[in-house]
């Protein structure tokens, strides 16, 4: 259903990896990996965890909702893009790929997608 | 100790509003604040724990661990840098500020700070 749209965000960033929309249960809605390197749905579901955390920081913190993530690792970087209250995307890139054009393209991809899982 | 060191990065990152150099345990070492926007040892406190959660999933992930995070507000962008296995740096940014330069800056200095810190 969302496929199209998660293959075009993906093969326009420069070392993107995978991409994954996804619920804050861990339920996979629809994926697309350009490689095998990591397992996509398992990187949403331990990272959603982070993402919740970030949001209910970010409440106490009162500064508006935490709704863009990036973790850096050696190995990985990760962009994390709140669609909705039900909903992230996330998108996996090798450490050296273009983070900012990821987190561009999530935060144009999110809108029709929210309208879209109503 | 190392106010200089904070202050001096925080004037040079465009919408830079507050930093700090802060235990994991949510002690304060020193921070240096341009504005009082926001109280940046709170934000240190509510983000540490998104970063430690970021660390715990990124070694279940077994991609390296993760030493740099941002958060992103319609009010605010915070950049966390881990120091050590101890210590981290935080940043918080007005939302337009450069978080690019603001990663850069925290990449360069933390290894210095790392060292006296032991």
């Known amino acids: 259903m969302f496929e199209n749209r998660l293959k075009e965000a993906l093969e326009s960033v420069k070392g993107g990896e995978a991409v994954i929309l996804m619920g804050f249960d861990g339920i996979p809605v ?3 990996e350009a490689s095998q390197r990591w397992d996509i749905e398992t990187v949403g579901m331990e990272f959603s965890v982070v993402l919740k955390e970030a949001r209910k920081a970010a409440e106490l913190l009162n500064v508006g909702p935490a709704d863009e ?4 690792t050696d190995q ?3 962009v ?3 669609v ?3 909903y992230f995307l996330a998108m996996a890139l090798a450490p050296e790929g273009n983070v900012g054009k990821a987190k561009y393209l999530l935060r144009v991809l999110a809108p029709g997608l929210k309208e879209e899982l109503i």
């Open 84 to 86: 909705s209250d039900g």
């Open 69 to 72: 993530m990036t973790i850096r």
């Open 76 to 78: 990985m970087a990760t």
């Open 30 to 32: 629809d994926s697309y």
């Open 80 to 82: 994390l893009r709140v």
